[in-house]
C-alpha cells in the first residue's frame, strides 16, 4: 500500500542516447518511458536529483555534454535525430533539467554529472517520459566506431 510521503525511489538506469544513435547539436534523442506508479496507480510527487553518465564502448571519446533533460507527462514519439516537437508534445513538458559541461566529471574511460538543485514535480501518472535534447558542439556517434551512450537516472519521492 502506498502511503503519503514514501521514501526515495529509484527510476533506475536510462539511456537518453544509445550506441550508434547520431545525435547532433539541436537534435533530440528518442523519447523513452519511465515509470513512476506503484502497479497500475497513477502517482504524484518530486524527482529530486539526476545523475547523468556517459561511456564509450567503440573507439571514440567520452563526452561531457551539455543539452537538456526534458521531462513530459505524455509519450511525444521523439524519434532519435528529430530536430523539433510540435505544439501538442510542448504542452506536456512538465519540466527540465539544463546540464552544463562543467558539471561532468569524466576520464578515458566514462563520466558522471549530479544535478541536485532542480527538482520537477509530477501531477498524479503512472509514467513520465525523457527526451535529451542536445545542446553541446560536439555531436554524439557521428564518426565510424563510435558507441557512445548517455545515460541517465533519477530519484524520486511519490506524494499520492
Known amino acids: ?11 533506475g538506469l536510462t539511456e537518453l542516447v544509445g550506441i550508434n544513435e547520431e545525435v547532433n547539436t539541436s537534435d533530440f534523442g528518442g523519447s523513452v518511458a519511465v515509470d513512476v506508479s506503484p502497479g497500475d496507480q497513477p502517482a504524484s510527487g518530486v524527482l529530486h536529483t539526476f545523475a547523468f553518465y556517459a561511456t564509450e564502448d567503440g573507439s571514440g571519446a567520452v563526452h561531457d555534454s551539455a543539452g537538456k533533460l526534458i521531462i513530459l507527462d505524455a509519450d511525444p514519439a521523439i524519434a532519435v535525430g528529430d530536430t523539433a516537437m510540435t505544439a ?13 559541461t562543467g558539471d561532468w566529471t ?9 544535478i541536485y538543485d532542480n527538482p520537477v514535480y509530477f501531477h498524479d501518472v503512472s509514467t513520465l517520459y525523457f527526451v535529451w535534447f542536445h ?15 548517455l545515460q541517465t537516472n533519477a530519484w524520486f519521492q511519490r506524494y499520492s
Do not use: C, K, Y
Not at 569524466?106 to 549530479?114: H, I, S
Open 1 to 11: 500500500m502506498l502511503q503519503p510521503f514514501d521514501g526515495i525511489r529509484e527510476i
Open 88 to 100: 501538442a508534445e510542448w504542452v506536456t513538458v512538465i519540466g527540465h533539467v539544463d546540464v552544463d
Open 106 to 114: 569524466t576520464d578515458a574511460n566514462g563520466g558522471v554529472a549530479f
Open 135 to 149: 545542446e553541446d558542439s560536439t555531436d554524439l556517434n557521428d564518426a565510424a566506431g563510435d558507441d557512445e551512450q
